[in-house]
């Protein structure tokens, strides 16, 4: 039986003990690639736009096979990065506490061993799902212990192929405008990072103030005592009813298409190291089929969501409500389905995300030549799904990949790392199971391109290196005492 005493029971105990760890596997890897400089500026070897869970963990990566020269940009304030604090609107994630996440691996760097250290085993046991804020409290924390080279604040504007085969990253941080020259650049930009929230036409009618979509910031506080429409029946949309009931919503009713919400969800149904590794392997017939179906499915919402929504008497379900018309009259919002006209004061779209390229100003340059599954892959008639249709088709390290060959090569130095790659590689961009798997098939194949790209290079260090591993003391040279020996053993023909 283990000795409980022996397991780190601080943060600083923890710290020592990753510390350890890590000098034992001997990482990270020394730094390797060598540096570029242009018109007197450093050529920075990869930027990682987007400094959330993913991004966090690509960088972790790439530091750990001795790509030390890159860097992470984020938005958002330190501490603020991603979806944890600001519109995922859960109690607690989604995921079951166990999985390890981003954690590459190594057991001191997991959630467990972060949320052990600091409440102790028991704590852990009785824990049923982690907290939001505690996770993102975690992957502060990944960031510091880590040393990940993290800018904050800093918007990225512009990704521009440059003449020489590297890119220009164009970025502004307090109102300044600064361009930093890149060899790889990662799109680490979570769920909606090569589109934007998907809200139906029919919203357009109606004046912005009086609806908003999950994604958006959202004053809850302002609709105590008003009635509140949500439409959708996914995760993001039970919480945004529930966190406007708990502040207080006089009313609200839930619009749903589907005549009955989804009850299983399929592909945790068969997750396995198979479908995290064996996924890309799919012919492409196959990977359509798998996502297909399961998009049709639909993921049902967490029990715990749609209980916190229940327990509210004036909360009312509308299933097979699909949404027909929206009209302002006033300061009301009337929705109208086909089972009647319900007056609103506010409307949140829990209507997911989508895909389009135009709508992310940062690829302008590039996104016309962008290679969309459907641009190659025959659509079964049977299996039409927009969604899987404008996905990107990508490499086997994320990259891009051109529409039309040749005409935009410095593609394949920007990778997709977000959600949109799932059918090209699975689940490996945006989730927690999978992150660190998705982050090591992302940082391997960088590095293969860097190393490839430098192969003169390290060649022509190949040959300079001339430090001996023999001094020439090791051994004496025998072959003249063996011949001064052999003539002193001959005998004379007199003798």
Known sequence: M??????????????????????????????????????????????????????????????????????????????????????????????????????????????????????GRDAWVALDRAPRQTWMDYLVWYRRVLDLPVRN???????????????????????????????????????????????????HGIERKFWAHTADPIDFAALRGKRVGVVGAGASAMDNAATALEAGAARLDLFVRRSDLP??????????????????????????????????????????????????????????????????????????????????????????????????????????HIRLWRDRFPVPADMRNDELETSPDLGDAFEFLEAEPGACPALARIHCFNFPATLSHGKLTGDIPAISEGADRLARGIVRALFVADRERHFADLQAFDTPELLGDEWADETATFSDLSAERTPTRNA
């Open 263 to 368: 009850r299983i969800n399929k592909f945790t149904g068969i997750g396995s190291q198979g479908v995290v590794h064996g996924f890309a392997g799919l012919p492409d017939d196959w990977k359509w089929r798998f996502l297909d179906y399961a998009m049709r499915a639909q993921t049902p919402p967490p029990r715990p969501s749609v209980l916190r929504v229940s327990a509210f008497p004036q909360a009312h379900l509308h299933l097979g409500s699909p949404i027909d018309r929206l009209q302002q009259q006033g300061d009301d919002i009337v929705v109208t389905t086909p089972k009647g006209s319900y007056p609103v004061d506010f409307l949140i779209f829990g209507t997911g995300f989508t895909v389009d390229l135009t709508n992310r100003p940062e690829l302008a340059a590039v996104a016309s």
């Open 153 to 203: 604040r800093i918007a990225v504007d512009a990704i521009r192929p440059r003449a020489d085969g590297l890119l220009d990253v164009v970025c502004r941080h307090d109102g300044r405008s600064e361009t930093t020259i890149a060899r790889h650049v990662v799109l680490a930009t979570g769920r909606d990072g090569l589109g934007g929230p998907f809200v139906p036409s029919i919203a």
């Open 2 to 119: 283990s000795d409980l005493s022996t397991f780190p029971n601080s943060l600083e105990a923890l710290e020592a003990r990753l510390r350890q760890d890590l000098a034992w596997l001997e990482l990270p890897a020394k730094s390797w690639v060598p540096p570029r400089v242009l018109d007197g500026q450093a050529v920075v070897d990869v930027v990682i736009i987007g400094a959330g869970m993913a991004g966090l963990v690509a960088s972790a990566m790439l530091k750990r096979l001795g790509v030390a020269n890159h860097i992470l940009l984020d938005k958002a304030p330190a501490g603020s990065e991603g979806p944890w604090v600001t519109f995922a609107r859960m109690r607690t994630l989604r995921s079951p506490k166990q999985l390890t996440g981003p954690a590459m691996g190594l057991p001191a760097l997991t959630f467990r061993a972060y949320y052990e250290a600091l409440h």
